[in-house]
């Protein structure tokens, strides 16, 4: 196999390995102590709230919004879970965390509200990340279980009440942008001859150049409807195809209108689609593994992996939601620096496996 990468998803599996071993190398290079993950997370926090709400005002004023949450709303997942987990863990040893509690849930708040202004897909995502994460942490701590009949309600309802306040922040403000309902009328109406499309012209392992937008110049494979940032392409000057400037808007019939499985499965064929689930879940899987040796640790009295759980509980939730979300909602949220922090994800649930071997 050449270095050089001579399609999308050649660049994507080689950006992967790089990052595994990287992390792998990150993760074992210096101790990880409880202390510096809940400040470097609560840090974060604070960025992902300014940079959230610079996108926000952006969005009510002239200026042209960079949309964030996209490519940084499931890092900012992570993050805030891995606090709620090193919080869990320092209240456990005896510390007095009220003020931390209470700033974190803050930040949280603040995140909820700039980042669901901003897109239906994070809110989604946020939400259920929020309550897959309480659940995680809860089992770990062998704490009651957060998934009653009455939460289940409570969730359901506060999903509701969100998308029914950004219907009405839209109607008030006459902003269709910020419209659930608009988006919705979309897809029913655009779904359905993309879902054909994809279905009538995917292969085993690609899909029929013809029905592509490059038309003849098409390989039938890897047209750059899932694709990695396209300034990391153009950085390196990878020879690929790639939907730039107003093109960008040429892929939407695969990136916008439709769940991952069926961008996946278009672009690549339903073989690597098939391989990325796999994948997906087998990172799902392992994560899960790594997190009852972590507890069994815990457990028996060994403080020196505390900080490396949390980062597991965060990294993996983050992960789990990015992954439905993209996968069976909208393809966006696991395409292009989306996909490369989808990508880093899975490369900090995987690196703790080589310190683990060690113990």
């Not at 990287?22 to 993760?27: D, H, V």
């Not at 902003?175 to 309902?181: E, H, R, V």
């Not at 047209?223 to 940032?229: A, E, H, K, Q, V």
């Not at 808007?249 to 064929?269: E, H, N, R, T, V």
């Amino acid at each position: 196999m050449q270095l050089i990468p001579q399609n999308h998803l050649q660049l994507i599996i080689e950006v992967a390995i790089i990052l595994y071993a990287g992390m792998i190398f990150l993760f074992n290079l210096a101790p990880i102590s409880l202390g510096f993950v809940l400040f470097l997370c609560l840090l974060l926090g604070v960025i992902f709230n300014v940079i959230f709400g610079i996108d926000i005002i952006s969005l009510f004023t002239s200026f042209g919004q960079q949309e964030y949450t996209h490519p940084f709303g499931s890092l900012a997942l992570m993050t805030m879970i891995t606090a709620l987990a090193a919080i869990n863990m320092m209240e456990d040893a005896g510390v007095d965390v009220r003020g931390l509690r209470g700033f974190l849930y803050l930040l949280i708040g603040g995140i909820t509200i700039f980042g669901g202004l901003m897109h239906r897909s994070f809110l989604l995502l946020w939400l259920l990340g929020l309550f897959m994460g309480l659940i995680i942490i809860s089992k770990s701590f062998r704490r009651e279980s957060v998934l009653t009949f009455k939460r289940v309600i409570l969730f359901i309802l506060i999903v509701i009440i969100a998308f029914g306040s950004l219907e009405l922040v839209s109607r008030i403000f006459q902003m269709t942008i910020l419209s659930p309902y608009l988006r919705i009328t979309r897809i029913e109406e655009n779904a359905i001859p993309s879902i054909k499309m994809v279905l009538k012209n995917t292969y085993l392992i690609g899909h029929n150049p013809s029905s592509s937008y490059w038309g003849d110049a098409s390989q039938g494979f890897a047209d750059g409807y899932i694709s990695l940032p396209l300034s990391l392409i153009l950085f390196f000057g990878f020879p690929l195809p790639i939907f730039y400037g107003i093109l960008v808007s040429k892929k939407d019939i695969i990136d916008y209108m439709l769940p991952g499985i069926f961008g996946w499965a278009y672009d690549f064929g339903y073989l690597t689609l098939f391989f990325f689930l796999v994948w997906c879940l087998g990172i799902i899987i392992l994560g899960f593994k790594l997190l009852q040796i972590y507890r069994s640790k815990r457990e028996e009295g060994l403080k020196s992996y505390l900080g490396r759980e949390a980062i597991l509980i965060g990294s993996l939730t983050a992960f789990i939601s990015q992954a439905i979300i993209g996968l069976f909602i909208v393809n966006r949220s696991i395409n292009g620096t989306a996909l490369l922090t989808f990508i880093f994800l899975s490369s900090l649930i995987v690196a703790h496996v080589v310190k683990i071997k060690e113990v």
